[in-house]
C-alpha cells in the first residue's frame, strides 16, 4: 500500500510539473492537475493538503535538481564556469520538465518572486563575483553573465534553440575573454 501511495503522490507531482512546464502556471490548477493525472480530487487531498503544497513539492524536487548542477559547474572555479552553468542549465530546461517547471516556481508553491530562477540567477552572480574584490569591472561581468543566462532561459521559453548547449556555448565563446581578462587582474 505504501508503494502504491508513493506513486500517486509522485504521479501528481508529474502532473502538475507537465501543466506548468509545457503551458502556464495558471494552467496547474484542481481539476486539471486531478485529470491529467488520473486520480480523485479526494486523492489529492489525501496526498497534499493544497494545489500549493503540491506545487512546492514541485519546486523542491526542482531546486534540488538545478542546485546539484550549480554546484557541478562552480566546483571548478574559473571563467568558464558561468558558461557551464548556463549550458549545464539550458540543457536541463531542455530536456527535463521538472526543471523546466520548477524554475517559474517559488518554494512556496506560488509564482510570486523569488522564484527558483531568481535565486539560480542571483547564486550566478556571487560565483561571478567570487572571494575576490569586488570592483566595478567585475560586478559588470556579474550582471552580464546574470542578463545572458536570463535571456537565455526566457527565450528558450519560445524557441528551444536557445536552450540547445551549441546556442549557449556560441555566445558564451564571444564573452569567455572578458571573464578570463577579469581573472588575470
Not at 549545464?88 to 518554494?107: P, S, Y
Amino acid at each position: 500500500m505504501q508503494k502504491r501511495s508513493q506513486s500517486t503522490r509522485q504521479e501528481l507531482v508529474y502532473a502538475a510539473v507537465q501543466l506548468i512546464a509545457n503551458g502556464r502556471f495558471a494552467d496547474a490548477g484542481l481539476v486539471n492537475i486531478c485529470n491529467t493525472a488520473g486520480v480523485s480530487r479526494g486523492a489529492l487531498y489525501h496526498h497534499f493538503t493544497s494545489i500549493a503544497e503540491l506545487l512546492a513539492e514541485v519546486y523542491a524536487q526542482a531546486e534540488k535538481r538545478v542546485l546539484a548542477l550549480a554546484d557541478d559547474s562552480f566546483a571548478s572555479r574559473g571563467a568558464g564556469a558561468p558558461a557551464r552553468f548556463g549550458i549545464a542549465l539550458g540543457k536541463a530546461l531542455a530536456e527535463d520538465q521538472l526543471v523546466r517547471a520548477g524554475v517559474r516556481l517559488a518554494a512556496d508553491g506560488t509564482d510570486s518572486p523569488p522564484r527558483l530562477r531568481e535565486e539560480l540567477l542571483a547564486r550566478l552572480r556571487e560565483e561571478v563575483l567570487g572571494d575576490a574584490p569586488v570592483t566595478p569591472e567585475r560586478e559588470v561581468l556579474a550582471d552580464l553573465a546574470v542578463v545572458i543566462t536570463a535571456g537565455l532561459i526566457s527565450l528558450g521559453y519560445t524557441d528551444t534553440t536557445w536552450w540547445r548547449p551549441e546556442s549557449t556555448q556560441r555566445i558564451w565563446d564571444a564573452l569567455l575573454p572578458l571573464f578570463t581578462d577579469a581573472e588575470r587582474r
